[in-house]
């Protein structure tokens, strides 16, 4: 069953630094999400993208952040100067659209650990 | 802000028993979605149940939702202990994001 890849699974890095967190969605899916999860909180939702650009975006997703989708199957999330606060898990998920009874669903990656030191 | 809110915050049951908790959102949605996340993991989509639905069973699973309410409700079925995780509603009220509850983290005991 086709599913969304997320890599690394983990990574630390230094504050101030840049971070790419990278993502694979499901080859035939037109929405593209990222999302985050701060350790014991909910799941917050960062930016959605659709048709090459951003559809809408969190008060979170600020200039710090861009998303990119530079080849057709990668999905990227940048954090250009990672923050102590920016440490979370990371998600990326995408959903087709094709008029299939799971067209509305959105499948999530396994996730990207990051941890800013 | 558009937001699905679970309660318990907790559940504890003896295999076997059922396990029910309930999300309530504040404003119209397209469909509800529930997922459920093993400690520290990725999420797993569960069931999605659209806005003029008001029951999807799935296997264990059984949703209900009731839009006069904006509530929903996620019933499992003689739980094993591989159900021990944490259950998120997250409410699709465009086609741009879902917006979580703080989940019900439930755990089977043996």
């Known amino acids: 069953e086709p599913e969304v890849t997320q890599t690394p699974s983990h990574q630390v890095t230094q504050m101030g630094q840049e971070v790419i967190l990278r993502c694979v969605p499901i080859?035939?899916?037109?929405?593209f999400y990222w999302y985050r999860q701060i350790l014991g909180q909910k799941v917050e939702f960062l930016v959605s993208?659709?048709?090459?650009?951003?559809?809408?975006k969190s008060e979170i997703f600020d200039d710090q952040f861009s998303v990119e989708r530079p080849d057709g199957s990668n999905f990227t999330l940048k954090i250009r100067s990672t923050k102590l606060e920016d440490s979370a898990m990371y998600f990326c998920?995408?959903?087709?659209?094709?008029?299939?009874?799971?067209?509305?669903?959105?499948?999530f990656g396994p996730g990207t650990r990051l941890l800013v030191l | 802000s558009q937001q699905g809110e679970e309660d318990p915050q907790a559940l504890s049951i003896q295999e076997g028993e059922n396990a029910t908790m309930n999300c309530s959102y504040k404003?119209?949605?397209?469909?509800l979605q529930w997922y459920r996340q093993n400690s520290g993991r990725g999420l797993v989509h569960l069931i999605l149940?659209?806005?003029?639905?008001r029951e999807k069973h799935s296997g264990r699973l059984r949703v209900t939702l009731d839009t006069s309410k904006k509530s929903s409700s996620l019933l499992i079925t003689a739980s094993r202990a591989a159900d021990t995780a944490s259950y998120f509603c997250?409410?699709?009220?465009?086609?741009?994001?879902?917006?979580f509850g703080a989940g019900t983290t439930v755990t089977v005991r043996a």
């Open positions: 993208f659709y048709n090459n650009e951003i559809s809408e």
């Open positions: 404003t119209s949605i397209n469909n």
């Open positions: 149940i659209r806005s003029n639905e």
């Open positions: 997250a409410t699709d009220s465009n086609d741009y994001k879902l917006s």
């Open positions: 998920a995408s959903k087709s659209l094709d008029g299939s009874s799971t067209q509305e669903t959105q499948y």
């Open positions: 080859s035939n899916h037109l929405y």
